[in-house]
């Protein structure tokens, strides 16, 4: 079975300034996706990015990136020139490939952008 | 539509009635899935549709809850004697199923449910 750890319940950024948010997951596979998604208290669950377990090159979406450590099964999010509008929970998640493949969340971080 | 929806938006009942919640997926979209999200978690997977068959059901809690996509298009989660433990925000998403985005699931808003 795969697990998805975010072990920081909150955290806080001035607007402007870089954060990283933490995520670390455990599985045998070797094939897998990994995926940042945003849930503002709209509840809507947006995806921000997604990695690719067989590349190498971490993801990059505007302001979103990630760090991929695959030996280390960590995924974190850096969000750089945080905006007003990025206050939201962040939920990192798994699934292996293929087919009949559901999502594995972690517990979320809420994050606040102050301004 | 543009994007997955939800209905009801909010669901009140009491304990012990039966509840329906409806998805309609992005259109073309052969892979529906449900979650629940129950306050301060992230969401738990409960079933998962390819086309019109029940390809996973392994999270469902109990045999209370049910769903069908008889179409292959809209999904209806069915749950009966509701228990005060139900109330959750009950999540839809969908995804094409196959192609370069074939992985990544969409979802729609949630319809957040109160058993009182």
């Known amino acids: 079975a795969q697990t998805v750890t975010q072990s920081q319940p909150e955290m806080s950024v001035q607007e402007a300034e870089t954060v990283t948010l933490s995520c670390t997951y455990d599985t045998s596979e070797n094939n897998y996706y990994l995926f940042w998604y945003k849930q503002p208290p709209s509840r809507q669950m947006i995806l921000v990015i997604r990695q690719e377990a067989y590349k190498q090159q971490n993801a990059t979406e505007n302001r979103f990136s990630v760090n991929f450590q695959k030996a280390a099964k960590s995924f974190s999010l850096k969000i750089s020139d945080s905006q007003l509008g990025d206050t939201a929970m962040y939920f990192c998640a798994f699934r292996l490939t293929g087919a009949n493949s559901k999502l594995t969340f972690g517990k979320g971080i809420t994050l606040s952008v102050r301004p | 539509g543009a994007g997955v929806s939800q209905t009801p938006s909010n669901k009140v009942t009491e304990k012990g009635k039966y509840v329906e919640l409806r998805c309609d997926p992005i259109?073309?979209?052969?892979?529906l899935y449900w979650y629940r999200q129950s306050l301060g978690q992230g969401p738990e997977f409960l079933i998962y549709f390819q086309g019109t068959g029940a390809a996973d059901d392994s999270g469902l809690p109990n045999d209370r809850f049910f769903a069908v996509r008889p179409e292959g298009s809209v999904s209806t989660l069915k749950i009966q004697r509701t228990e005060r433990g139900d109330s959750a925000v009950y999540l839809c998403?969908?995804?094409?199923?196959?192609?370069?985005?074939?992985?990544?699931?969409?979802f729609g808003p949630g319809t957040r449910l109160l058993v009182l």
């Open positions: 998403a969908s995804s094409p199923g196959a192609g370069l985005n074939g992985e990544t699931q969409y």
């Open positions: 259109s073309g979209h052969t892979a």
